[in-house]
C-alpha cells in the first residue's frame, strides 16, 4: 500500500513539474490539477493494467487522452497543447515507473 502512495506522489510531482515548465504560471493551479487528475487516473490506469488490458501501451495511450481531456478543462488550454502536454507528463512517469519497476521488481 505505502509503495502505490509513494508512486502517486511521484507521479504528481513529476507532472507538476512539466506543467510548471511548460505553463509557467499559477503554480498552485498547476500543482491542484496535477493532484486532481493523478488521483483519477492513476489506480483507475492501475487497475486497468493489471485486471482488464494488461497492455502497458493500451493504457498509456487512454490514460493520456483522458488527462488531455481534463487539461484542456481545467487550464482551459487549447486541445493541442493539451496533448502535448498530457503526452509529455505521461512519457515522463511511464519511463520512470518502468525503471522503478525494473529496479526494485515492484508491481
Do not use: C, Q
Not at 500500500?1 to 498547476?30: A, D, Q, S
Not at 486532481?36 to 489506480?43: A, E, G
Not at 481545467?74 to 493541442?80: R, V
Request: proline share 2%; glycine share 0%.
Amino acid at each position: 500500500m505505502y509503495w502505490l502512495i509513494f508512486l502517486w506522489i511521484l507521479t504528481i510531482v513529476i507532472e507538476f513539474t512539466i506543467f510548471w515548465l511548460i505553463i509557467r504560471k499559477e503554480p498552485l493551479k498547476l500543482l491542484s490539477v496535477s493532484l486532481l487528475i493523478n488521483s483519477v487516473t492513476l489506480p483507475l490506469a492501475t487497475l486497468s493494467y493489471h485486471y482488464l488490458f494488461f497492455n502497458l501501451l493500451l493504457t498509456e495511450t487512454i490514460v493520456w487522452l483522458v488527462e488531455s481531456f481534463f487539461l484542456r478543462i481545467l487550464l482551459e488550454i487549447d486541445y493541442k497543447k493539451a496533448l502535448i502536454i498530457s503526452l509529455l507528463a505521461n512519457l515522463a512517469t511511464s519511463v520512470l515507473g518502468l525503471f522503478i519497476k525494473v529496479l526494485f521488481h515492484e508491481f
